[in-house]
């Protein structure tokens, strides 16, 4: 059974910076593609940034281009995303998933508020 546990959320003021950390276990991490979602409260879940395996392509929401950016290091079995510039509508729960074909292992969410 593959296990993910965030870490890193927490309250910041809008222009902050925050580094939020999923790690995973119970399987071989670097099998497994990454990703960072979010859902506001009202919201539908989003995808934020994804990380292939072997880290070779990224992606992310248009909203958050240019201001985040996702990493991993499998010695640590753990993927990161950066989070520079935060604005308010940034705030959410923010959730790491592992990804394998159509296998998915989601975290419990770490929480993300941006107020002044």
């Known amino acids: 059974q593959v296990q993910v546990v965030e870490s890193g959320g927490g309250s910041v003021q809008p222009g902050g910076s925050l580094r939020l950390s999923c790690t995973s276990s119970g399987s071989i991490f670097s099998n497994y593609a990454m990703g960072w979602y979010r859902q506001a409260p009202g919201k539908q879940r989003e995808l934020v940034a994804h990380?292939?395996?072997?880290?070779?392509?990224?992606n992310y929401a248009d909203s958050v281009k240019g201001r985040f950016t996702i990493s991993r290091d499998d010695r640590k079995n753990t993927v990161y995303l950066q989070m520079n510039s935060l604005r308010a509508e940034d705030t959410a729960v923010y959730y790491c998933?592992?990804?394998?074909?159509?296998?998915?292992?989601w975290g419990q969410g770490t929480q993300v508020t941006v107020s002044s």
């Open positions: 990380i292939t395996s072997g880290a070779k392509l990224t």
């Open positions: 998933v592992a990804l394998r074909g159509s296998l998915a292992y």
